[in-house]
């Protein structure tokens, strides 16, 4: 090294230092104080680091570099997620939103030291449950506070409500990662007193906090606000209409509040309202015409509403709606032909209302559309296919179940949009639309209810069609064989093909679908014997009733773990009593009525005893021997009315519909079940309870006394049969049964005293027997037409005309002291019937736990589905659980 050069090198370590002292000298400006640096570090090392704490993709944990080697420095101020003030070197600023933090924090935390925040967010971490430490106060500065999606519990406390200069306080989605359950709590203080010093906030965040109460006027007054969200929140009473009136407000979101009705007012003055959301409330009344006002609006969310009246034509002004659901709603009249002018729209939801006329042609100018669902409304008239051949973005059509005739023109085929689900039942369709040749994309299709005939042709099977997810062919013409080309749809998932015309039997691989849910082929001509069904199918629902099929029911079928509902009857099967799916964990239903199963049932096995069973429907074939007590006695499902809780409601992708298919109903089940006395077609399982049908077979013996065990029982039919002996009394343990048929036995004895305690027995049927004595007097039972009791010569008192000989027994013997304890407690029992009853709601709660157990798998749903924005899950009234 040359000197000259050495020199200069000399120069620059001089001059390299000679910069780094000034810069040390104007950092040390800004340096943090130890304290709040070191009340950083203390609150970094309370928590771990928890790759599951934090939800968000993008999530990273910011506090690792603090004050590392190789950290950006020692000084807190350059810490990731920590701004100081310029002058003061103050943390101002703590954001560590989405760090993977897990841990509790309480009020000894050394974050509440730095009392100099104004900005805290602690968003998507988890906290383990921690309540909202009242020691927030101490951060008197804050104006702007996000604890939102962060595992806090409990009720929010008083002192949030000190914190007079936030204008952001964000404390919603504190859900809890297992129960989906909301966690925070805002009812001491009330929603009221936590806001009445706030006046300065521009956003409120509560979203997902049990508030339970109305919403507070006062917050009309917040001039301030910008954006209020409040869903899922169990609000109640009549939403402020002054909040519409906020000039500030740009979104405002109330969904999910079922019990929260309001009514949009008449907007006077533009508004800056950007989203207004409020699907799944009590909101009714019209839209007002006024609502061209919003100019802003891109966002209107009014699905599950009671909405009513007429969808205003100044609706088309809203021109930057890109989302606009009105579905589940009463709307009728046409759909407004102004819509055609919302050329920004990409969603636009109408189905479930009372909607009627035609669908407007110039909706097909809506090129930015990529779902339009119209169907379970009363439109009519023609829509030619033609219409959609613009709309290159639309991926979902629903036209389903209105009165419309789809017409397609052949050879129309090229130009159409590739759509990925296409619901077109009930349209009138005649043929099986050609274009969908050419449909490579699709993975949903419903077919259902139209008149096609002839046979499915071959292409709707090929190897290209993998991805299919659903096909309903169900209610049509089909013909001929199910092509075992079907076994390619290696995806296929809810396969329903019942009223047709099919025959032939099925092809081998029908055994062999990995992904099938849902199996219907009731109502054709299908022959031969039910194929092998291969271990690891998901299979949940099989009917195959009312067809010929022959032989035995295969071992096989216990492969199917999840089977939860089996339909076999009307067939030709020939066999032994199918003992061994009593090792099915999940089967509810099993119904084998009308075929040729014969033989004594006899005892259950152990691990055969059929674990949820709460339909049976053994009637019409040949059983022999003694009634299977010991089964009976056994199907511990029966047993109690829990069955809302029961994961074969939980499993099946159902929900309740208003129409026959609507696109909320993907699975219907049917079963036909003699009860009451007539043969009653069930669309849906959930209309029934617990009911076993052994009618019309050879049974003899006696019935058990153990059948008064069976206590969730609904519907009891074990009529012609060989039955002798008594009427057991213990049948007046089965207080919630409603319809009960001994008929045409060989009964003897009198009729018990016990039965008058089945308050709600609405069918009785004991006629054709030997009974005896008296008609039990008290309650109803006298009440039942004489139809009931006939055939019993030895029978007396009403309805009967032959009266009692003795009339002393005519008056049944007032209850003993034992009996009204008794009395009372079927009146507990009472009470738990009035449970059954409110069965409808029980499952409606089944029924969206079932969709939440749906709903918490999202990728599950959107792969099947396939559709990112696929909604009727969310479409729900249980907005959390989304
Ligand atoms: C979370 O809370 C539970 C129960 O309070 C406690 O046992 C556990 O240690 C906590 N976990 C952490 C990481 O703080
Ligand atoms: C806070 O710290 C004090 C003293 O260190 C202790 O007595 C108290 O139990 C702590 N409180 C909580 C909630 O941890
Ligand atoms: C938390 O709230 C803030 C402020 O409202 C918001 O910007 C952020 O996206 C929210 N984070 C999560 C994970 O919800
Ligand atoms: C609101 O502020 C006033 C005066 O600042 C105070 O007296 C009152 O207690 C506060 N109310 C609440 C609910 O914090
Ligand atoms: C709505 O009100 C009904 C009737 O009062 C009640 O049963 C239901 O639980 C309420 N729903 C909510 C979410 O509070
Ligand atoms: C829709 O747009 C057309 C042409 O721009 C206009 O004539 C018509 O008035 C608009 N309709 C509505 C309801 O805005
Ligand atoms: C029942 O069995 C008897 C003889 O065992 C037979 O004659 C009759 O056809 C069978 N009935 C049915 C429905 O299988
Ligand atoms: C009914 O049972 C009796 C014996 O208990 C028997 O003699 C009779 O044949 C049986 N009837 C029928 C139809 O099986
Ligand atoms: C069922 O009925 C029988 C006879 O009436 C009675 O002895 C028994 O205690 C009842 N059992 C229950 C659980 O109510
Ligand atoms: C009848 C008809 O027009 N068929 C056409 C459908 O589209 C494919 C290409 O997508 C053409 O090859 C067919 O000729």
Redesign the pocket.
């Known amino acids: 090294m040359t000197p000259f050069i050495f020199s200069r090198f000399l120069f620059l370590l001089i001059f390299v230092n000679l910069v780094l002292a000034v810069l040390r000298f104007s950092l040390s400006q800004s340096l943090c104080s130890d304290g709040e640096k070191s009340s950083l570090l203390q609150f970094k090392e309370a928590f771990v680091i928890d790759k599951s704490a934090s ?2 993709p993008l999530a990273y944990p910011k506090v690792t570099l603090w004050n590392q080697v190789g950290g950006r420095s020692s000084d807190c101020c350059f810490w990731e997620g920590v701004e100081c003030d310029v002058d003061t070197g103050h943390v101002i600023g703590l954001d560590l ?2 760090s993977f933090l897990y841990g509790s924090l309480d009020s000894n935390s050394s974050l509440f030291n730095l009392v100099h925040l104004r900005r805290l ?1 602690l ?2 971490n988890h906290f383990n449950y921690s309540q909202i430490p009242t020691a927030i106060k101490r951060l008197s500065m804050l104006t ?1 506070l ?1 604890l ?2 962060s595992v806090f519990s409990g009720q929010i406390p008083s002192e949030v409500s000190e914190l007079s200069n936030l204008s ?1 306080l ?1 404390l ?2 504190n859900i809890d990662p297992l129960t989906r359950k909301r966690l925070l709590v805002l009812k001491k203080p009330d929603f009221k007193s936590l806001i009445a010093n706030l006046t300065s906030l521009e ?1 409120l ?1 509560l979203s997902y906090v049990d508030i339970s109460s109305t919403v507070p006027d006062s917050l009309a007054n917040f001039s301030s606000l910008t ?1 209020l969200l409040l869903k899922d929140c169990g609000l109640r009473g009549e939403f402020p209409v002054g909040i519409f009136e906020l000039h500030n407000l740009q979104i405002l979101s109330v969904g999910f509040n079922e019990n929260l009705t309001g009514n949009l007012p008449e907007f006077k003055q533009s508004s800056s309202l950007k989203a207004l959301k409020l699907a799944g409330t009590s909101f009714s009344g019209d839209l007002p015409t006024s609502i061209e006002k919003l100019a802003s609006l891109y966002y209107l969310d009014a699905t599950s509403c009671n909405f009513s009246g007429m969808i205003p034509t100044s609706i088309g002004k809203l021109n930057q709606l890109t989302y606009l659901d009105l579905s589940e709603n009463n709307f009728m009249g046409h759909i407004p032909s102004s819509l055609a002018n919302l050329t920004q729209l990409v969603q636009l939801w109408l189905y479930s209302n009372q909607l009627s006329g035609p669908i407007p042609f110039s909706l097909s100018k809506l090129q930015n559309l990529e779902l339009l669902t119209v169907e379970n409304n009363n439109l009519s008239g023609n829509v030619n296919f033609d219409m959609f051949l613009g709309l290159k973005n639309l991926r979902t059509l629903s036209l389903s179940d209105n009165n419309l005739s789809v017409i397609i023109k052949p050879g129309i085929n090229d130009t159409l949009p590739q759509f990925k689900l296409l619901l077109l039942s009930n349209c009138n369709l005649r043929k099986f639309p050609e274009f969908l040749r050419h449909q490579e994309r699709i993975d949903s299709l419903d077919l259902l209810g139209n008149n096609i005939g002839g046979r499915i042709p071959e292409w709707m099977f090929n190897k290209s069609r993998e991805t299919f997810f659903l096909l309903y062919l169900s209610e049509n013409d089909l013909i001929g064989e199910v092509p075992p080309a079907i076994c390619n749809l290696r995806s296929l998932a809810l396969l329903k093909m019942s009223y047709n015309k099919l025959s032939g039997s099925l092809p081998q691989c029908f055994g062999n679908f990995k992904s099938l849910l849902v199996l219907t082929l009731r109502n054709n001509s299908i022959s031969g014997n039910i194929p092998i069904f291969t271990e690891g199918n998901q299979l949940r629902l099989a009917d195959l009733g009312y067809n010929q099929l022959q032989g035995q029911v295969p071992h096989s079928l216990t492969n199917c773990r999840m089977l939860g509902y089996l339909n076999l009857e009307n067939n030709r099967l020939d066999d032994v009593f199918p003992y061994w799916l009593g090792s099915l964990p999940e089967l509810e239903v099993l119904v084998l009525r009308s075929n040729e199963f014969h033989g004594v049932i006899g005892e259950p096995k152990p691990h055969y005893e059929f674990p949820k069973l709460r339909i049976i429907d053994i009637s019409f074939n040949n059983f022999t021997g003694k009634l299977p007590s010991s089964y009976i006695q056994s199907w511990k499902a029966m047993k109690s009315n829990m069955f809302w809780n029961s994961s074969y409601m939980m499993s099946i992708p159902k929900a309740e519909s208003k129409g026959s298919n609507t696109i909320s109903s993907f699975v219907n089940f049917r079963v036909t079940i003699k009860i009451k006395g007539v043969d009653r077609f069930y669309e849906k399982i959930q209309d029934i309870i617990a009911v076993i049908s052994m009618s019309d077979n050879k049974f003899d013996g006696e019935i058990p006394q153990e059948i008064g065990n069976v206590k969730g029982i609904y519907s009891l039919d074990l009529s012609n049969n060989n039955l002798t002996g008594g009427i057991p009394s213990s049948l007046g343990n089965l207080t919630g049964l409603e319809s009960l048929d001994l008929s045409r036995n060989e009964l003897s004895g009198e009729i018990p005293q016990e039965l008058t305690k089945l308050t709600f027995l609405q069918y009785l049927n004991v006629s054709h027997n030997h009974l005896t004595g008296p008609i039990p007097q008290a309650n109803q039972l006298s009440r039942f037409e004489s139809s009931s009791y006939e055939g019993n010569s030895g029978l007396c008192g009403i309805p009967l005309p032959n009266k009692c000989g003795n009339s002393e027994a005519l008056d049944p013997p007032l209850p003993s002291h034992e009996e009204e304890e008794e009395e009372s407690s079927s009146f507990f029992q009472f009470g738990w019937k009035v449970v059954v009853i409110g069965y409808g709601c029980g499952f409606v709660v089944g029924l969206f736990a079932g969709e939440f157990a749906i709903a918490r798998k999202p990728n599950w749903f959107s792969m099947t589905f396939g559709i990112r924005n696929w909604q009727v899950i969310r479409k729900r009234r249980i907005g959390r659980r989304n």
């Open positions: 939800g968000d939103s989405s967010s968003a998507d702007s996000s939102n999606a952001s964000d919603s989605e956003q965040h954006s």
